[in-house]
């Protein structure tokens, strides 16, 4: 009995902190799917390799974090188990990253929100007790950083181009800023963490992502929105209609060729 | 083989994506030592967390490993210390702009240090290069053009 009471709080611990990873790992993995959808299809020839490269980027970042949270669980999971066998219930991304991509303007909004949310995320991260995902925050954080630089680049860009530009990237921003606040939700898994040092809280990340994300729309000169609902539900499992889609197409070669390798 | 011998041609094996350069040179083996068990095990440390290549720079590093002697060898992917462009040593960085990648900017350069300023051609030597795209023909690499000598080049981005 004594030996369950010891470890039963490192177990609690491990298990809340693999939830958390599939987390963002889900946002990684979903965020880099929409990207990929952009092949072929974006603007330039550059743009096109600025797209799969960042969507490579996330892949990257959702197989860390992905196999650290199958470890963690106890589960045995494999990164790939997570990413090709779960059920669309069973992801947990915030709703802002399964969005359809829209335009290009409105690509470029929620790359906006997700590259200053993902880099101060990393950032603190990298101060996190849990060493793992330490070490991988920091490496992480430098490449969100790169990504951010893009993402700014085209809001001021598309803000300062032409009224037909500025009018995309205006629809872009309302379209996408209900779902930002989810980032930053704080429910009893992350306040359990965030105790236990292993997660910063959300909170001052909310305020600085603000800060931040107006900044650079005051230099495009484009306003900031203040929508008047915020969506959520990602973290339950709980989706939009658009996930469906996206999951069948993530996992449909995992599907037909079962263990398949090449 | 001793240990220092393995090492060196662990570090000889030539990047997939930038074959002018060992990865030794590159900065991206960390160490190569004997573990717990008595197997050699080589800690390598990914330039970017998606980086393609990994597979391929495990499978030579284990064919080094086996021609060594050791079929039981390992190969490890660590992520402390993070890989940065700063551990291409000097070699490396004469070996990318011999063959036209402009090497990254020196560790002791001032940071932050934007996108491509101030870098010179591989080709011709001229400061009058501008950024192209943020992004190049591979994650590591972004894409300037010169005005001295017309030429586009990939940069080795510094991170």
């Given at each position: 009995?004594?030996?369950?009471?010891?470890?039963?709080?490192?177990?609690?611990?491990?298990?809340?902190?693999?939830?958390?990873?599939?987390?963002?790992?889900?946002?990684?993995?979903?965020?880099?799917?929409?990207?990929?959808?952009?092949?072929?299809?974006?603007?330039?020839?550059?743009?096109?390799?600025?797209?799969?490269?960042?969507?490579?980027?996330?892949?990257?970042?959702?197989?860390?974090?992905?196999?650290?949270?199958?470890?963690?669980?106890?589960?045995?999971?494999?990164?790939?188990?997570?990413?090709?066998?779960?059920?669309?219930?069973?992801?947990?991304?915030?709703?802002?990253?399964?969005?359809?991509?829209?335009?290009?303007?409105?690509?470029?909004?929620?790359?906006?929100?997700?590259?200053?949310?993902?880099?101060?995320?990393?950032?603190?991260?990298?101060?996190?007790?849990?060493?793992?995902?330490?070490?991988?925050?920091?490496?992480?954080?430098?490449?969100?950083?790169?990504?951010?630089?893009?993402?700014?680049?085209?809001?001021?860009?598309?803000?300062?181009?032409?009224?037909?530009?500025?009018?995309?990237?205006?629809?872009?921003l309302e379209r996408v800023w209900p779902c930002t606040a989810e980032l930053f939700?704080?429910?009893?898994?992350?306040?359990?963490?965030?105790?236990?040092?292993?997660?910063?809280?959300?909170?001052?990340?909310?305020?600085?992502?603000?800060?931040?994300?107006?900044?650079?729309?005051?230099?495009?000169?484009?306003?900031?929105?203040?929508?008047?609902?915020?969506?959520?539900?990602?973290?339950?499992?709980?989706?939009?209609?658009?996930?469906?889609?996206?999951?069948?197409?993530?996992?449909?070669?995992?599907?037909?060729?079962?263990?398949?390798?090449? | 083989?001793?240990?220092?011998?393995?090492?060196?041609?662990?570090?000889?094996?030539?990047?997939?994506?930038?074959?002018?350069?060992?990865?030794?040179?590159?900065?991206?083996?960390?160490?190569?030592?004997?573990?717990?068990?008595?197997?050699?095990?080589?800690?390598?440390?990914?330039?970017?967390?998606?980086?393609?290549?990994?597979?391929?720079?495990?499978?030579?590093?284990?064919?080094?490993?086996?021609?060594?002697?050791?079929?039981?060898?390992?190969?490890?992917?660590?992520?402390?210390?993070?890989?940065?462009?700063?551990?291409?040593?000097?070699?490396?960085?004469?070996?990318?702009?011999?063959?036209?990648?402009?090497?990254?900017?020196?560790?002791?350069?001032?940071?932050?240090?934007?996108l491509g300023l101030g870098t010179p051609c591989p080709h011709c030597g001229s400061?009058?290069?501008?950024?192209?795209?943020?992004?190049?023909?591979?994650?590591?690499?972004?894409?300037?053009?010169?005005?001295?000598?017309?030429?586009?080049?990939?940069?080795?981005?510094?991170?």
């Amino acid at each position: 009995m004594a030996d369950t009471a010891a470890t039963r709080p490192e177990q609690v611990t491990e298990a809340a902190l693999a939830r958390y990873t599939l987390r963002i790992g889900d946002d990684a993995l979903v965020l880099a799917q929409r990207l990929c959808q952009w092949i072929t299809r974006a603007p330039t020839i550059e743009e096109d390799l600025a797209l799969s490269n960042i969507a490579l980027d996330l892949v990257g970042h959702a197989r860390t974090l992905l196999a650290l949270g199958g470890r963690l669980d106890g589960t045995g999971r494999t990164e790939d188990d997570l990413a090709f066998l779960r059920t669309e219930r069973e992801f947990t991304n915030a709703l802002l990253v399964e969005l359809p991509g829209g335009d290009f303007a409105r690509t470029v909004a929620r790359q906006l929100a997700y590259t200053h949310h993902a880099v101060l995320l990393y950032g603190a991260l990298a101060e996190s007790t849990h060493q793992e995902l330490a070490a991988f925050a920091v490496r992480a954080a430098k490449e969100v950083a790169y990504h951010r630089r893009h993402a700014d680049d085209w809001v001021v860009r598309l803000g300062l181009g032409t009224e037909e530009s500025a009018r995309r990237m205006r629809a872009g921003l309302e379209r996408v800023w209900p779902c930002t606040a989810e980032l930053f939700e704080e429910d009893p898994l992350v306040r359990g963490l965030v105790a236990s040092g292993a997660v910063p809280a959300p909170g001052p990340l909310h305020e600085r992502w603000r800060q931040e994300v107006a900044a650079v729309l005051d230099r495009a000169g484009l306003p900031l929105p203040a929508p008047k609902w915020h969506a959520t539900g990602g973290r339950d499992g709980l989706h939009t209609e658009a996930f469906g889609p996206l999951v069948a197409e993530l996992q449909s070669v995992r599907r037909q060729f079962p263990g398949g390798t090449w | 083989m001793p240990v220092a011998e393995v090492a060196r041609r662990v570090g000889e094996v030539p990047d997939p994506e930038l074959p002018m350069i060992g990865l030794g040179d590159l900065g991206v083996v960390e160490s190569v030592a004997v573990a717990d068990d008595g197997n050699l095990e080589v800690a390598i440390l990914p330039t970017f967390l998606g980086c393609p290549a990994l597979p391929a720079i495990t499978a030579s590093v284990l064919e080094v490993l086996a021609r060594c002697g050791h079929p039981e060898g390992r190969v490890r992917q660590v992520l402390a210390p993070p890989w940065s462009s700063d551990r291409i040593s000097e070699r490396g960085r004469a070996a990318l702009a011999a063959h036209g990648i402009a090497p990254p900017a020196a560790p002791d350069a001032p940071e932050p240090v934007r996108l491509g300023l101030g870098t010179p051609c591989p080709h011709c030597g001229s400061l009058a290069t501008r950024p192209h795209s943020a992004f190049g023909p591979a994650r590591c690499q972004s894409m300037l053009h010169c005005a001295g000598c017309q030429e586009t080049f990939p940069l080795m981005t510094a991170m």
